[in-house]
């Protein structure tokens, strides 16, 4: 019996998209494709096969120390980036701002998904979910460029809505347009008692 079980659900890539230089800037550059190696998408800001630990992690490592990069993109839910825009006040948010790799629809409660869930879409090629990523002021100022006032309602707005981490399990290239289907751990939640 398998640990991971197809999901009646499927999401469709309505985004794709890289960051060439965070130290320049989080927003992301707007794809058509990706060609996705073991390192995440080449040439992004955030892929390799490792990173440095961050503060996410301070209660494992100290800050800095090289670790697995489970964290080579970000994916959000298209249906929840309406949800932070009207929030937020605007008609649209843009995935650039937020440095997005990917946005999908289709998928309720995104940003919730269990982690080691698997999104795999054509020729098998497969991300792994690590963990929700939560909200923090980086898009803030590259909000503010495009929609002045608004880049200090994201933290909130984004909350519980900030999509997932992932890095790749199989290697393969990935297209706007594309079908992904979700499979999910077979376990019960956990229960810390």
């Given at each position: 019996m398998p640990a991971l079980r197809q999901s009646e659900f499927t999401a469709r890539v309505v985004w794709l998209g890289h960051v060439?230089?965070?130290?320049?800037?989080?927003?992301a550059v707007p794809q058509d494709s990706v060609a996705l190696s073991y390192g995440g998408v080449p040439g992004e800001a955030h892929g390799g096969l490792t990173r440095p630990s961050c503060s996410r992690v301070v209660d494992l490592y100290p800050k800095g120390t090289e670790i697995r990069n489970v964290r080579q993109m970000t994916i959000l839910s298209a249906e929840e980036l309406q949800e932070i825009a009207n929030e937020m006040g605007v008609a649209r948010f843009d995935p650039a701002w937020a440095g997005a790799s990917m946005v999908i629809e289709g998928i309720p409660d995104f940003s919730h998904v269990p982690p080691s869930a698997r999104l795999q879409g054509p020729g098998g090629v497969t991300v792994t979910v690590d963990m929700q990523n939560r909200p923090c002021n980086l898009p803030g100022p590259v909000i503010e460029a495009d929609a002045p006032g608004a880049g200090r309602a994201f933290k909130r707005a984004a909350?519980?809505?900030r999509g997932v981490t992932a890095w790749v399990e199989r290697e393969g290239r990935l297209a706007v347009g594309d079908a992904l289907r979700l499979f999910a751990p077979d376990q019960r939640a956990w229960n810390a008692g």
């Open positions: 060439p230089d965070r130290g320049e800037s989080l927003r909350e519980g809505r």
